[in-house]
């Protein structure tokens, strides 16, 4: 995919919330439909962004 403008806007975009969420601020946006289209725009898996920004699961 070409590095073109509109993709370098939703990078910022996605990356803006990314930062966001992992600071502890609102994540709900995380798995909505609304990110599911920016991963699109911007060319990357949604699930596996979702996934590396799950908490890890603690082992009982």
């Given amino acids: 995919m ?3 403008p509109d993709r370098r ?3 910022a975009v996605l ?3 990314l930062h ?3 600071r ?3 994540s709900g946006w995380i798995g909505s439909r609304d990110f599911h ?3 699109a725009l911007v060319g990357i898996d949604p ?3 979702a ?3 799950a908490p890890p699961s603690k082992a009982t």
């Fill in 20 to 22: 966001d969420a992992a």
């Fill in 9 to 11: 806007l939703w990078c």
């Fill in 51 to 53: 996934e590396r920004l």
């Fill in 47 to 49: 699930d596996a962004v």
């Fill in 24 to 26: 502890g601020k609102e």
């Fill in 2 to 4: 070409s590095d073109c």
């Fill in 15 to 17: 990356g803006a919330a």
């Fill in 37 to 39: 289209t920016v991963c």
